[in-house]
Every structure is written in C-alpha cells, then in structure tokens.
C-alpha cells in the first residue's frame, strides 16, 4: 500500500488543490491510510519538507472538522426543539448556531418544536428567528405552522403575541411578492 495517491501526491509535493480533491474523495479514510512505512502522507510530506502539502492537508483536516461541529450543532438545535429544552436552545443560540438550518427533508428547529407541540420553544426560536425562520417550508412546502395545523397542535394560538404571525405565516411565505425578500 505503498502508491496509495494521496501518499504519491506528498511524495512528489504536488499542491494546486490536488490533494485537497484526492481527500475530497477519500475523506478521513484516505487521510489516515499508512504507509507500509506505518505513515500518512501528512507524515510523509513533513518529513520530506513540503510544507505547502502539509498545510493543504491541514487545511481540509480543519475544514472537517469545523463542518462535523457544525453539523452536530444544527442537529443538536433541531432535537432540542423537538424536546422542548430550553436551556441547550438557548445555549446553542448563543453560540450562534444556525437558526435557519434545515435538514434533509427541509425542517428547521422551528417545524421540530411545532410538529411536538412545544409552545415555548417555538416562542424563543421565533423570538431570534422571526419572519425568515417562520417563512422556512419544508421539501413538501409546508411552513412550521402549516405542520402544527395538520398535527392539531395549539403551538401558536397558545402564545397570544404569537397569534399575529401564525395568522399571517402561510399565506405571506407563499406570496410571490414576499418570495423575493426570503
């Protein structure tokens, strides 16, 4: 396993992005591969002095790793909404996650919260979020709202000052006019 490309690529300190889109390919499984030497081209590329290899190695280890933190984040704001934790919402608000993230089917924290009927974490995610979280739909078109009529859950109505925007939430995000301004 002594050809593996990354490893050549550090061999023959070739950079231009060529080793990040071989990691980008291989992932963490190529970035670990050892030679039969028992090192990784990051290794590899040290010891023989190519620091621009190293550095772009580094670079995508670093990008890595802030996107697998960010992506525990906005799953960690989506099953906190969903269990109405309010102390972890709010922790994770003020580490400034991403209110706005939507998962693979297009909910956001706030359509979590509405679909389980919490009311008060519905309440804090519109409190930071508003009309832009509040307008977020689903793959399926539907906004938080929408889900919380369909489910028969009060999560607007029972929060009076919430009552004007659930009033309004459906029929402002699919106006053509509003379209623009999401």
């Known amino acids: 396993a002594d050809c593996m490309a990354l490893h050549v690529a550090a061999r023959c300190n070739v950079g231009g992005g060529v080793v990040s889109r071989l990691l980008h390919v291989g992932g963490q499984e190529l970035l670990a591969m050892a030679d039969r030497d028992g090192k990784t081209a990051r290794q590899l590329a040290a010891d023989l002095g190519h620091d621009d290899v190293v550095s772009e190695i580094d670079r995508w280890a670093a990008q890595e790793a802030a996107w697998g933190q960010e992506a525990t984040r906005n799953a960690s704001l989506i ?3 969903r ?4 102390p972890a919402l709010k922790a994770l608000l003020a580490k400034g996650v991403n209110l706005y993230f939507q998962d693979a089917e297009g909910c956001s924290a706030l359509h979590a919260a509405a679909q389980a009927g919490h009311t008060e974490a519905a309440a804090l995610l519109l409190e930071q979020g508003g009309w832009r979280l509040a307008a977020l739909t689903t793959k ?10 369909c489910l028969q859950r009060n999560v607007f109505v029972a929060v ?3 009552t004007p925007i659930a009033a309004s939430i459906s029929a402002w995000s699919r106006s053509e006019e509003h379209t623009s301004e999401l």
């Open 79 to 81: 099953a906190a909404a």
């Open 83 to 86: 269990t109405n934790d309010l």
């Open 140 to 149: 399926e078109g539907r906004t938080a709202r929408d889900l919380a009529v």
């Open 160 to 162: 009076p000052e919430l």
